[in-house]
């Protein structure tokens, strides 16, 4: 199985994303943390499961609903280690850039 690792900025993604919905909606406020891990999660057993885009780095997309959440993450073959680099909502614009 592909080891997961998140990076420091992944862990704050997860976080603001999960903060961002205090005020407006408190229980999915606590949900969101544990949907993005458990979304993550099928690269353990799938790391090539993301569409790959620039600088070899993949793409995964986690479902909420009507929109959901997009995770950049780079696999490494020979480790067999999927690094997740950043998360984003799927409606903020792009990802900082990772060239």
Not at 15 to 27: G, K, Y
Not at 41 to 53: N, Q, S
Not at 79 to 88: F, I, K, N
Request: proline share 4%; hydrophobic share 40%; with cysteine.
């Amino acid at each position: 199985m592909t080891r997961l690792m998140l990076s420091p900025q992944a862990w704050r993604d997860i976080e603001r994303l999960a903060e961002f919905l205090i005020d407006s909606d408190p229980a999915n406020a606590v949900q969101t943390g544990e949907l993005l891990i458990s979304g993550l999660a099928v690269v353990e057993l799938h790391p090539l499961i993301g569409r790959e885009v620039e600088y070899g780095l993949r793409e995964l997309l986690i479902s909420r609903g009507r929109s959901g959440y997009a995770a950049l993450y780079r696999y490494y073959e020979t480790e067999d280690t999927a690094l997740v680099l950043t998360l984003r909502h799927q409606r903020e614009c792009g990802f900082p850039s990772m060239g």
